[in-house]
């Protein structure tokens, strides 16, 4: 099972709401991430967990914080996002170390849309 | 910090040309990755390069890693309509943390029929 799983694929939320996207991955692999992606833009780095500890922040404003509660899941919570938030969020996993080096398995995304 | 620049933005070819695509990283990378995103979806890995002068081949595609690990490219012989994408490659710097790679800008290929 080479599959990362994401959910919703698709939200719509106001700048007051609070919502979380959720990723599952069944692979054993160690390292899970979170990405943004903006139309015709390549992913951009959010967050890094290794072994379940937050090893990588890339300065992520605060409105969105990362939670991983075991080893197959990945949560990231918003709240009080802006519209120039709205974009392709992405989760992948990688299985850390060996000659599988960072190769990482994408979900399929959520489309989020901020009004 | 690491820049992976990756030319050109975008290729159009008629079916049946060749497409060439070009990673360049402003420093020694650990390993190289490439992926491919088609319209609406999300990155699918192609393949890892991880040593110095290494070639590898999937079929049409051709990947290679400088010998400086500082450059990258993925050729493909004879396009096809299904090769319609854009193509990322995601390089990490040589002894920053694992996990930490940079995804180039991505070239987009059209393909027409």
């Known amino acids: 099972d080479t599959e990362v799983t994401q959910t919703p694929k698709h939200l719509v939320m106001g700048m007051t709401n609070k919502k979380s996207l959720k990723c599952e991955q069944h692979?054993?692999?160690?390292?899970m991430y979170w990405y943004k992606q903006k139309a015709k833009k390549p992913p951009e780095l959010m967050f890094v967990?290794?072994?379940?500890?937050?090893?990588i922040n890339e300065s992520v404003p605060s409105r969105f914080s990362p939670e991983c509660p075991n080893s197959s899941l990945l949560n990231l919570h918003l709240h009080a996002l802006q519209p120039e938030d709205s974009a392709l969020y992405l989760c992948?996993?990688?299985?850390?170390?060996?000659?599988?080096?960072?190769?990482?398995?994408f979900g399929p995304g959520t489309r989020l849309l901020v009004l | 910090g690491q820049q992976v620049m990756q030319i050109p933005q975008y290729q159009h070819v008629q079916e049946g040309e060749d497409f060439t695509t070009y990673c360049n990283s402003s420093?020694?990378?650990?390993?190289i990755q490439w992926y491919k995103q088609r319209p609406g979806g999300h990155p699918v890995f192609l393949i890892q390069?991880?040593?110095?002068?290494e070639v590898k081949k999937q079929k049409r595609l051709t990947f290679q890693f400088g010998e400086a690990k500082k450059n990258s490219s993925l050729h493909i012989t004879a396009t096809q309509t299904t090769d319609v994408g854009t193509y990322f490659c995601?390089?990490?710097?040589?002894?920053?943390?694992?996990?930490?790679?940079?995804f180039g800008d991505g070239t987009t290929l059209t393909v027409k029929p």
């Open positions: 995601a390089g990490r710097r040589l002894y920053t943390n694992a996990g930490k790679s940079t």
């Open positions: 420093t020694t990378l650990s390993n």
């Open positions: 992948a996993s990688a299985h850390l170390g060996g000659s599988a080096g960072e190769t990482q398995y």
């Open positions: 692979m054993g692999h160690r390292a």
């Open positions: 390069l991880v040593k110095s002068g």
């Open positions: 967990y290794s072994y379940e500890k937050l090893s």
